[in-house]
């Protein structure tokens, strides 16, 4: 297959990486990659669904990996994996024969080993520059789930309508599921069983970068896990401290101990990161040398340097990230930097998981969380435009409209985008240019 077939085919089923930011899964195609790879790090603590679904239908996704590989001509296709996913790795070494041209590279079991800059130096010894793309030095990265997507695409013509979700937390029964797109959080909760605290929070994604959202919110094709909390958990505190709090914290208690910059991944792969200088920068308002807050740009967000590595509790993160909000509104771009030397001290400061779990006070909540397949059912959807990097889809259907599973109720928009379709069969009762709601 050429690439420009496959490309075509992939933006008009609507196929994105299926976490992260969801960036367009075609737009990562080129003929400058010499190596692909497989990312089944799923580093997030309580997240299962990558390792569940790999081991489930292991042949689907090796083929449409392998696919990609001689799509692309690259020489080698890795597959990422942690090696306690032992189940895993069984059912992908079953069909390792069919495809020669791969090869498994087990990962240690430590955060954020699924960050992809990262993933590609521990798999291929390459760093990636400061503030560069994979491609640049010859490497795309493809999550599990988008691969099952592009089989499902590209063998069974079928569009993106669904998510696979861990629920997990604060319920009776911590699963996966299948569920359409644009269904409610609190319908997802629902699939869980019963929710066992008084006053739930929502944490939409893992807990070191997920955010919390509300149970109204819909599903989108990034929505990887609803974790249910107590109001008073650390965690929700933490992650909802006011930025001038935060602030003030800063101003009185960090002690430039350098434990953020010591810990921190892109800082020990040779990125101009230095969580310590900012926060130095930032407590004081020093704005003599713009080098710390323009460095924030490098920042991955991965959240280690306030949820694990500061003896403070103080937040350099949520604060770099404010920042970098600020500069970007602002038109200021990362300047071009290559990467120092690796630091050879880094492997010996990776943050083990079991570890982080502990320290995020989820250890309670580490549980199995059973994979059900099957697609559940909804009522009303709420079926966004945006659900991925780049230019929103634009509605094709109108108002009292009937549509089928699978039909095309959003196009493509120019430039980077892709089409949305119908996660149900039914009755289109409402489209803005921000969503379309569908009643079955």
Request: glycine share 6%.
């Amino acid at each position: 297959m050429e690439i420009a077939e496959l490309s075509k085919i992939l933006r008009e089923y609507g196929v994105v990486g299926a976490g992260g930011a969801g960036f367009p899964t075609y737009g990562k195609l080129s003929d400058r990659a010499d190596t692909i790879l497989m990312n089944c790090a799923e580093c997030e603590p309580l997240l299962k669904l990558h390792r569940q679904l790999l081991k489930e239908h292991a042949h689907e996704i090796l083929k449409a990996f392998s696919l990609i590989r001689e799509t692309l001509q690259a020489k080698e296709a890795i597959i990422g994996i942690k090696e306690e996913y032992k189940s895993t790795i069984c059912a992908i070494e079953e069909y390792m024969d069919e495809f020669p041209e791969m090869r498994i590279h087990k990962l240690p079991g430590a955060y954020p080993m699924g960050d992809e800059v990262v993933l590609i130096y521990e798999a291929t010894k390459k760093v990636v520059r400061p503030g560069g793309l994979p491609i640049e030095c010859g490497v795309a990265v493809f999550n599990v789930e988008t691969l099952y997507n592009v089989y499902r695409a590209v063998w069974e013509n079928h569009p993106v309508t669904d998510k696979l979700v861990t629920v997990a937390g604060e319920v009776e029964h911590p699963v996966t599921v299948r569920v359409p797109l644009g269904m409610k959080i609190k319908d997802v909760v629902a699939l869980a069983g019963k929710i066992t605290t008084d006053q739930p929070v929502y944490l939409l994604g893992g807990p070191m970068m997920g955010i919390f959202g509300n149970e109204n919110q819909p599903v989108t094709k990034t929505t990887s896990a609803v974790i249910v909390l107590p109001e008073n958990h650390s965690l929700y505190l933490k992650k909802t401290t006011r930025f001038s709090t935060a602030v003030q914290r800063a101003a009185s208690s960090c002690c430039q101990c350098q434990t953020c910059t010591d810990l921190c991944p892109r800082n020990g792969l040779g990125h101009p990161v230095e969580p310590h200088m900012f926060m130095r920068a930032a407590a004081n308002r020093d704005f003599s040398r713009m080098e710390p807050f323009v460095d924030t740009l490098f920042c991955s967000s991965c959240g280690l340097c306030e949820m694990y590595s500061c003896p403070q509790g103080l937040s350099p993160r949520s604060m770099m990230t404010e920042y970098k909000g600020e500069l970007r509104k602002q038109g200021v771009k990362p300047k071009t930097v290559e990467a120092a030397p690796v630091n050879p001290a880094r492997e010996y400061r990776r943050v083990p998981e079991e570890r982080l779990v502990s320290r995020l006070g989820l250890k309670k909540y580490d549980t199995d969380a059973p994979l059900n397949d099957s697609l559940q059912s909804a009522k009303k959807l709420k079926v966004l435009l945006s659900q991925h990097i780049g230019a929103p889809a634009i509605a094709v259907v109108k108002q009292n409209d009937p549509v089928i599973l699978g039909q095309r109720i959003a196009q493509a928009a120019e430039g980077l985008s892709v089409n949305i379709h119908a996660p149900i069969q039914g009755t289109v009762t409402e489209v803005t240019d921000k969503y379309i709601m569908i009643e079955a």
